[in-house]
């Protein structure tokens, strides 16, 4: 065993009842409760902006191309297919997927209750998958609907959750839209589902049916559509991609990234990571304070053995050796600490939901947690990188204590 490693194992046995024994257990609490806290803010704060992400991508693409419009803003006018735009798409190696979707704003009416409603036609490519995460009753739509499959399309719709309990609704009812057009064209529609993305910019008044439905509601052919959702493989990617295909777009044609869409929500999750980061470098500069204070306290109750080291001939590099390793012993058992404990709450959180939140306010009823391994990595390699440069700063006295003085240094 090295010398400085001895007598670090030495302080670090004989210190038990001393007062730098208790000031030992604050600082490697002090590293416990960093580390547990940057986990946990970690874990949480990414299933924030995953759980966000995925319910805005769900109804709202990456980037969406769609014709001008006169008049009324949630609809499109008709895309020819093939285009320019669906020719360019494959050329692009960001672009994971698209999708050709259209819009026709109609009034649901029952005997009760009218509601305005804004209808999305889909087809059978669309990420249902993804979807099914949100679907709270019943099924997905069929597209071989035997009731309406002789005019080409489904009468099959899904509602939200919201909708469905404001026009008193369930999976298997009929219900009347009335499109918003002169004349207006009434349709039965047939409830096999109800969703809940706990989002009222989707919820308040959007439903999902067949885009067959909308083409025939705006008496265009199956070779027209409303809008091309595009999804991206990164989204990293985002502003690269629009600006390429803002080069391909035709005249009469309109590309809006997704954080034009919802400027308000994309704003709130850079917000986030803003108080997160301040929030974590306060944690982190009070356990360094901490650990500075703590190693110069047991420097000062060792000084008579500093003094000793010194008159033995030990130079001061190796003597600063021996309090640096007694502080990164303190350092690594608070990493272990504080891995166990951020990791148990994560986990807790993620099996059994125990902190509720209100859907109002958060668009979600529950603190979402995602593991992200590599990041809980970096956030132990900083911890150690960090605590070890702050550790050598206390250690620098060592060379201005004089062996004499030390030697009848009386704590």
Known sequence: MQFPSFIAKRIRHNEAGSFSATVSRIGVASIAIGIAV??????????????????????????????????NTYEEGPMGVPNPVSLALPQ????????AVA????????????KGVVLKGVGKDYDWQTFKSSLREGRLIGYQDSSSIKYGYSSEVLISRKIASEMR??????VIMYSLQNPPRP??????????????????????????????????GKDSVGTYEIYLKDFRDLDMVANRLRTELPPGLYLQKVTSTFPQIFDWLILLDRNTAVFLTLILFVACFNMISILLVMIMERTP????????????????SVFFRVGLYMVRRGLLIGNATGLLICWLQYQFKLIKLDPVNYYMDTVPIVFDWPIFLMVNIATIVISGLILLIPTLIISKIQPIKALLFKK
């Open 169 to 174: 609704l369930k999976t298997g009812d009929d």
């Open 305 to 320: 053995l500093i003094g000793l080291l010194k008159t033995l001939g030990s130079p001061n590099g190796q003597i600063r």
């Open 92 to 99: 692009i190696p960001q672009v994971a997927r698209w999708q």
């Open 187 to 220: 349709r039965k529609l047939t409830i096999c589902g109800i969703y809940d993305t706990q989002m009222e910019e989707f919820d308040n008044n959007l439903i999902i049916g067949d885009i067959g439905l909308v083409q025939r509601l705006n008496g265009w």
């Open 38 to 71: 940057g986990i946990i803010a970690f874990a949480v704060l990414l299933g924030f902006k995953q759980t966000i992400q995925q319910k805005i991508f769900l109804f709202g693409a990456h980037i969406n191309i769609n014709a001008f419009s006169q008049g």
């Open 103 to 114: 819009h026709k704003s109609g009034i649901l009416k029952t005997p009760e209750e009218i």
